[in-house]
């Protein structure tokens, strides 16, 4: 049974306590210590800045050619701090609850309960950065609510807080790659990690713009590269989001924890064609003021503002009435899915469900809407040539977020010492489903409160080290398995693109282990992933040869998803139960909800890689819930 080394002590001093006994390391003997950390969104920008500021010396990779291109900067609505400015009855514990409840009763209490503790003290960091939080008249930071809570817990920055905050990350890493105490990689991709002794000691790293394989060492290794979510193909992710670093460190000892538990999210725009290659996220903060609905006629043709109101099947306040279209991500993308299936669907494709904003307007003025969503409505109009304020969005479920990832214990810590995952490179904070505006959340908390005090306590055994020599035979070992991967890239010489393997793993993916999950489905999903990777190294083709090389990078990100796909599909078949994301349609209540089985599989999934001819081996973590009581998860 793996172990979290959750500190003892009543859960709201728990995190308390470990800051009080955690191991310190010197000021002078800072200097001595190098760390390494792959990834410069939120949690990567936020840990690099935090640890050189306390004088350690940090390696930073990115695959963007700036860290300000990282996925964070794509996160619209807002960020969670349970600071009840509104003096609607939030809390720690009312946050903390939300939050467990939000995941189904399957994320540990002591991490979550740490999530919503440092919530408060970000706001005040990214007040001090200078992010430009939304304000009311008199100067007060102004608030609303995502899906899944009752109260105004999220701030915001309009429609930009990912942004705004990962500016504010930004100019603090910059600073300290000014003052020398940061080595910033830019186009440099992870290839793979590297070990001695069992001890995760540094990484190969591919250079994007000359082809040539790179060796650092470190004391320690952070892996803050986001989740695998564009394994779908079409989500809401940029074109370059992958899970290669992680899924690498599985390859090398890792745990993969619950990977099948992804967040398709339900306001985005619908897929117009074939040709797509990605979709657009419409953040979750238009459903504080706009209404979803469909018509009641199944394929009904007329313009929806032909269609009077009592027509018009508003579904989410009609199943849901204690939070409407409030619902959370998992609820309400189903609905919309079931809404879609049935034949109620709008579009030129039947594909989208009604996000209709006209009462608001009514109440409140189009230049109250325009103030807090006017920056999403531009973006709508430039892509679909609609304007909002006249006409409703259409809105489909997109696939969004990875709940699943590394496993890794209460100080972030993966199962392999000295390789950490911050962000949402693990799995820790959000269960079977994330609430909305908890992302960005993590992702600074990890990065600002949270590593920087487990990495030190975990480097105060680490000062007699000394440096890591990346002549090491690990390291050359460990380069010449990278040469050999691309190389056999390469090599296959067949008529098919990266991208074509990609379109059709997302579309059995989205099919199979989307939001309606099966017996049958997924089993029939394992038996087409297995054929499809086997022509995939047979009839791929790579343009092009090992330098600049942008065809060969995608190839070793999809051969990457290929096998995730499996174990993903593999995870979910053994999961016999319905919670949060993971919709087993066998296991569902006479109403159609979810159907939890806490009697058998309150525990969290960790899959440890046991070779390439060998199926995963499965590792539970039971969780306790010593707080709260696991109850049936009604939003009606």
Not at 18 to 25: D, I, P, T, W
Not at 127 to 143: I, K, S, T
Not at 445 to 471: R, W
Request: glycine share 10%.
């Amino acid at each position: 049974m793996l172990d979290a080394r959750i500190p003892d002590g009543p859960l709201a001093e728990k995190w308390s306590n470990f800051k009080s006994h955690a191991r310190l390391v010197n000021p002078a003997n800072r200097k001595k210590l190098t760390v390494i950390v792959v990834g410069t969104g939120l949690a990567g920008s936020a840990l690099a800045a935090s640890m050189a500021e306390m004088g350690y010396h940090v390696k930073c990779f990115c695959f963007q050619d700036t860290p300000r291109r990282a996925h964070s900067v794509a996160a619209q609505g807002g960020v969670n701090a349970c600071k009840n400015y509104k003096n609607d009855g939030d809390s720690v514990y009312r946050m903390f609850y939300d939050t467990i409840k939000g995941g189904d009763f399957r994320s540990r209490e002591a991490n979550v309960y740490r999530l919503a503790e440092c919530s408060a003290s970000l706001i005040d960091q990214a007040v001090a950065q200078g992010v430009p939080f939304a304000r009311e008249y008199g100067g007060y930071l102004n608030n609303r609510s995502f899906g899944g809570v009752q109260v105004s817990r999220t701030f915001y920055a309009r429609g930009q807080t990912g942004q705004q905050l990962l500016l504010g990350a930004y100019q603090a890493l910059m600073r300290q790659v000014g003052l020398g105490n940061v080595e910033l990689h830019a186009r440099h991709e992870m290839m793979d990690l590297v070990l001695t002794d069992g001890v995760a000691r540094g990484i190969i790293v591919r250079n994007m713009d000359t082809g040539k394989l790179e060796r650092y060492g470190g004391h320690a290794v952070v892996l803050a590269t986001g989740g695998f979510g564009k394994i779908y193909f079409l989500s809401t992710l940029a074109m370059g989001a992958n899970g290669s670093a992680i899924w690498r460190a599985y390859k090398r000892g890792a745990y993969m924890a619950n990977p099948s538990w992804t967040q398709i999210h339900p306001t985005c725009l619908p897929q117009s064609g074939e040709y797509q290659s990605k979709l657009t996220l419409m953040s979750e903060s238009l459903r504080n003021d706009g209404r979803i609905w469909v018509p009641k006629k199944q394929d009904d043709q007329r313009s929806p503002n032909n269609i009077p109101e009592e027509e018009r099947d508003y579904y989410l306040e009609r199943k849901y009435p204690a939070f409407g279209n409030l619902s959370p991500r998992d609820i309400a993308s189903r609905a919309a899915k079931e809404r879609i299936d049935e034949g109620y669907g709008v579009g030129p494709l039947r594909n989208a469900v009604y996000l209709d904003f006209t009462r608001a307007i009514q109440n409140q003025g189009e230049a109250a809407i325009r103030k807090k969503y006017g920056n999403l409505f531009t973006m709508y109009q430039k892509i679909t040539n609609v304007n909002a304020y006249k006409e409703p969005m259409k809105i489909s479920p997109a696939a969004h977020f990875s709940m699943g990832g590394l496993w890794v214990d209460y100080e972030l810590m993966t199962t392999i010492p000295g390789l950490f995952a911050i962000g949402e490179a693990n799995f820790a904070d959000h269960g079977a489903n994330r609430l909305g505006a908890n992302s960005l959340l993590q992702a600074c908390v990890d990065g600002y409160f949270i590593a920087p005090y487990t990495l030190a306590n975990y480097l105060a055994a680490d000062i007699k080290t000394g440096p890591i020599d990346t002549e090491d035979v690990a390291f050359a070992k460990a380069q010449v398995g990278v040469e050999e991967f691309m190389s056999k890239l390469l090599a296959i010489k067949g008529n098919q693109s990266a991208d074509q393997f990609h379109r059709l793993l997302g579309k059995i993916l989205y099919d199979k282990c989307g939001l309606l999950r099966s017996k049958e489905g997924l089993m029939a999903a394992i038996t087409e992933i297995r054929q499809l990777k086997a022509e995939f190294w047979k009839n791929l083709h790579v343009p092009g040869g090992e330098a600049m090389n942008s065809e060969l990078e995608k190839a070793g990100r999809v051969a990457d998803f290929l096998e995730l796909a499996e174990l993903m599909c593999n995870d979910a078949l053994y999961r016999n139960e319905s919670c949060g994301a993971h919709f087993r349609v066998e296991y569902q209540t006479p109403d159609g909800e979810a159907l939890r089985n806490d009697k058998d599989f309150a525990f969290v999934s960790a899959w440890e890689y046991k070779g390439e001819d060998n199926g995963p081996e499965l590792h539970k973590e039971e969780l306790n819930f010593d707080v709260v009581t696991p109850t049936v998860r009604s939003y009606k």
